[in-house]
């Protein structure tokens, strides 16, 4: 009989209750769309905050101790420079959280002369394919985490020794053009390198007033053929909380427990920490203001896609509720035979319930596609990238549609309550 009477109401009713479905659809494709992206958001910004620079700075471990004895500058510094070997560099993608590592440079600094002229040379990677023991083959450099430089001419390569890049505030001093041959001469060692302008670049700071060439250009220059004076390091972390701030302090005062969720958690200083366990020489220091400016920023845009999650759910309620009261005020001569005929208010309370939730379910349903479509476009427009979709979204589209379904029914539910029969079946 139930059954029946169920049947017969989404029947009678559909206009209405498709109505009803559209809404349950609107405000969970939203919700659908907006915690895709928020659970995916946080690889997506911190990869838009990569372009912006290195989070991390790793240099030999008795550098980083003389600097911070004697509080030197960086000029004092390079009298007590020591050196990182080139072939450890790649157990920086070995670590436990090897894939949030996105990108990394070395970097060797020596001088030259140019007609008697003093210059600074920096020998870098700009693009360097490197296969790790692991297996796994990457491509790095410093030309991806420098992404807002203005770089004219072709891209450099790191087989080109002969090539150099040529800052924009040195280019416009020695009046030199793409093309140009330079030949440079360290003062320490009296080694040459005959170099052809492959770039002129801007990048708005010191670097304008450097040359930039391949390592290995670098390295005999220097008579440092191996070496590396310090990487930059970009990777992708969790914004940083009190254990990680206390972790940061002294990883030995955690517990256990502690250390487990701190060690197993992309946090800055636990990707610090786990880079000098397999570099035992060097020290890793965390660019804080890059760090903590991500943490921010992408906690920001999580929160902001919550609350809009929330609002498009209330909406959806609201909506809800004007629907299903108005379908119960509409039908009360129905509820009041009902009634009259011995029906209880929790008997015709589940069969409005049911009867909504039913079509609630469709729309959540439908409303759940059409979300994961929404957050396709936000990833590409936004990210230009395809936005993952999460699993467990689906559980929590079943609990929203429940949820909105019964918060707006409840309204129409309590005045089926107060229906009375002989009221309603006199016309009163």
């Known amino acids: 009989m139930f059954r029946r009477m169920l049947l017969s109401v989404l029947v009678r009713q559909k206009k209405k209750l498709f109505l009803i479905a559209l809404t349950v659809a609107l405000g969970v494709s939203l919700a659908t769309a907006m915690l895709n992206v928020m659970f995916d958001v946080g690889d997506k910004v911190n990869q838009e905050l990569k372009a912006y620079g290195a989070n991390l700075n790793i240099v030999p471990k008795g550098t980083a101790l003389v600097s911070e004895m004697y509080q030197l500058d960086n000029s004092e510094t390079e009298q007590a420079v020591q050196y990182i070997k080139q072939d450890d560099l790649v157990k920086i993608k070995m670590i436990f959280w090897a894939y949030n590592i996105v990108d990394f440079a070395p970097y060797l600094t020596t001088q030259a002369t140019f007609h008697d002229k003093p210059v600074t040379v920096v020998g870098t990677w700009f693009n360097k394919h490197l296969t790790i023991p692991t297996g796994d083959e990457v491509d790095t450099g410093m030309l991806a985490m420098k992404s807002w430089w203005t770089i004219d001419g072709n891209s450099m390569k790191d087989d080109n020794l002969q090539g150099v890049m040529v800052g924009e505030a040195i280019a416009k001093q020695w009046n030199l053009q793409i093309g140009d041959k330079i030949e440079l001469t360290s003062p320490y060692t009296q080694n040459r390198a005959t170099l052809t302008v492959n770039n002129i ?137 009902l009634k009259a005929l011995g029906a209880t208010n929790t008997s015709v309370a589940m069969l409005i319930l049911t009867e909504i939730l039913i079509i609630a379910l469709l729309g959540g349903i439908a409303g759940y596609f059409i979300g994961l479509g929404f957050a396709q476009i936000i990833g590409h427009t936004v990210f230009g990238s395809f936005v993952q979709p999460k699993m467990i979204i689906i559980p929590l589209v079943l609990i929203m549609v429940s949820l909105i379904t019964i918060l707006g029914s409840l309204p129409a539910l309590r005045i089926m309550m107060f229906l009375r029969p002989t009221d309603v079946l006199h016309g009163r």
């Open 201 to 337: 670049f801007h990048s708005g700071g010191i670097e304008d007033s450097q040359l930039y060439v391949s390592l290995p250009v670098a390295q005999n220059l220097a008579n440092k053929v191996g070496l590396v004076e310090r990487v930059e390091v970009s990777a992708l972390t969790t914004p940083e909380n009190d254990l990680a701030r206390k972790a940061a302090q002294d990883p030995s005062s955690l517990s256990r427990t502690q250390w487990d969720t701190w060690y197993c958690t992309a946090y800055i200083s636990s990707i610090a920490y786990q880079l000098e366990e397999l570099m035992p020489d060097v020290k890793v220091k965390a660019i804080m203001q890059v760090a903590e400016s991500e943490g921010s920023i992408l906690q920001k845009t999580q929160l902001l896609m919550l609350l809009l999650t929330i609002l498009s759910l209330i909406c959806s309620a609201l909506a809800i509720s004007n629907l299903v009261t108005a379908n119960v005020i509409e039908r009360s001569t129905e509820i009041g035979l």
